[in-house]
């Protein structure tokens, strides 16, 4: 029997405004899809992520008085080369997808990952008046997506290799080292023009043995940020990751520590750029990452 069509959706998150922060490509299963099959159509998009949805819990129950649980959904994240166990920006676009489509009527869903349980709440800006805009005559509400992810710790890392990291970073200074417990390698720079000014050499990169490359300086005092960073993962298929949610798992309770504060706005130094306002839950090592989103596209995968 032939596969059903499956809905796609674009979402750039991170951003308010279309053709910036992070794109992600959202896919509804309705039916099984071979790890191949997964795969493939992530390479076919070949976006920094695609993400596959499958509804865990039945519809909602019409009638208001029923019991109703909180919706899940099962979610992974694949990369055009492989899956990854974390993933931050295509999680806020699947949460604006879900709370944009009417497949839950509640502000909060579940979604069961290789991370374990990660939760998406939808909050509304303002009153119910500021919380309503107007696009092509219709009344859009305007919100932002609150996602609990955990911390993801960082630890010393061997000095020895700074030298081929700067190299990497084509020169840059680097102030300070450490490993992610992702695998990546954490680089704090002199400053957050220093992340910006940078020129990654994307070959050495990729030769560095761990997984990607983190970067982050402090932001200019003149700024409205706390800090800045980037992201860099060419062994995974993504040379440099315009918006990094999960990388901010890490950044942030190094900040904390840092700067003596449990509340970030960040910057995200990418060509595409991002925001993402942030809490650190210390008590529970959790981080609340928090952003707006834009759909750009829709569509259906035939095959």
Known sequence: MAKKPVKYTVVD??????????????????EER??????????????????????????EPLD???????????????????????????????????????????NLIEFITLSGVLTARKVMEGDKSDALKWENGEAQERF???????????????????????????????IDIKKTENDDIFAVLPSGKTVVDIEPQFDDIRKLPRRG???????????????????????????????????????????????GKCDFLAYQASPRSGILNIHLDEQNQRVLLRGKAVTVMEGCVLV
């Open 13 to 30: 998150a991170f951003t308010e405004s279309a053709f910036k922060g992070n794109p992600a490509a959202v896919c509804l299963l309705e």
């Open 34 to 59: 071979d790890e191949d099959w997964l795969q493939a159509l992530a390479m076919e998009f070949n976006m920094s992520e695609t993400c596959y949805l499958t509804r865990i819990t039945e519809p």
């Open 64 to 106: 208001s008085s029923a019991t109703i649980s909180t919706p899940r959904f099962r979610l992974r994240w694949f990369t055009p080369v492989d899956e990854v166990n974390l993933c931050g920006h295509a999680t806020l676009a699947a949460a604006h997808f879900i709370f944009t489509s009417s497949l839950v009527k509640g």
């Open 144 to 174: 932002y997506i609150e996602l609990d992810f955990p911390t993801v710790p960082v630890v010393e890392y061997n000095s020895a290799d700074v030298a081929s990291i700067s190299k990497a970073l084509n020169g840059a200074s680097v």
């Open 213 to 259: 490359l983190i970067v982050t300086g402090v932001a200019p005092p003149d700024s409205e940020f706390d800090f800045f960073s980037r992201f860099f993962c060419p062994k995974c298929g993504v040379d440099e990751d315009p918006v990094c949610g999960s990388a901010h798992c890490s950044i942030v309770p190094y900040w904390s520590q840092k700067l």
